[in-house]
């Protein structure tokens, strides 16, 4: 009997304990790809486990290919359904771990190429600044289709450089006193969706540098 539990534990319990296992390893230490690999992995074979042990416990021959078939026409949604948790934890980890590049002296985005660049992208916010000057500038929003409109009025932002500053402030325990740029003249384009999300380009004619904060939704 004892023999008996051992051998019910290790093929039922054991190869299923040591997956969820290295899962939990992989999200506490944030090694995202290999965490995702073997989720997608872990879950397409639970989902062919299920198939096959349906088609073996269905003794005719119409309800076999039955199942398989309402099985695998239901496998998309179940597998998205499935990848719920997956796109939690990426979320969650972009947020707390975000994607930083500082003083880049050039950085190729928005077809174009920034000088002395700096780069911020989490979950909620993703933000470029770099120096550029006002033909490149001009050149750069006609390529993207931007609308730009003359600033007619002082416009204050967060910029990454900021956004880079404060996060690296919360992950070390210390308060900073938020440090807004105050552009005075240049060039805007304001493009936003109903739900929040959208698109901030400033142009600072002073500081000869673009601003471009996109918010995801």
Same mark, same amino acid.
């Given at each position: ?25 992989? @999200? ?11 989720? $997608? ?10 198939? $096959? ?53 050039? &950085? ?8 002395? @660049?700096?780069?911020?992208?989490? &979950? ?7 120096? $550029? ?9 006609? *390529? ?22 404060? *996060?690296? @402030? ?20 304001? #493009? ?18 673009? &601003?471009?904060?996109?918010?995801? #939704?």
């Amino acid at each position: 009997m004892k023999e008996q539990f051992k051998k019910f534990v290790r093929n039922k319990y054991f190869p299923h304990g040591a997956v969820i296992s290295v899962l939990i390893v992989l @999200a506490f230490f944030g090694w995202m790809t290999p965490f995702m690999l073997l989720y $997608i992995g872990y879950l397409l074979y639970l989902f062919a486990k299920l198939i $096959i042990l349906i088609v073996k416990d269905t003794k005719s021959r119409l309800l076999k290919y039955l199942s398989a078939f309402v099985l695998c026409f239901g496998l998309a949604p179940g597998f998205a359904i499935g990848m719920i948790p997956l796109w939690f934890i990426s979320v969650v980890h972009l947020q707390n771990n975000p994607e930083i590049k500082q003083n880049v002296p050039e &950085y190729k985005t928005w077809n174009t190429t920034l000088r002395n @660049a700096s780069f911020f992208n989490s &979950y909620t916010v993703t933000a470029w600044e770099g120096e $550029i000057n006002e033909k490149d500038f001009l050149a750069m929003a006609k *390529h993207n289709s931007w609308d730009i409109k003359p600033l007619e009025k002082p416009f204050i932002l967060d910029p990454a450089s900021e956004l880079i500053r404060q *996060h690296q @402030a919360e992950k070390a325990g210390r308060r900073v006193v938020p440090q807004a740029v105050d552009v005075a003249g240049g060039y805007s384009f304001n #493009r936003r969706q109903p739900n929040g999300g959208g698109t901030l380009v400033v142009w600072d004619k002073l500081r000869q540098k673009v &601003y471009i904060i996109s918010n995801p #939704r």
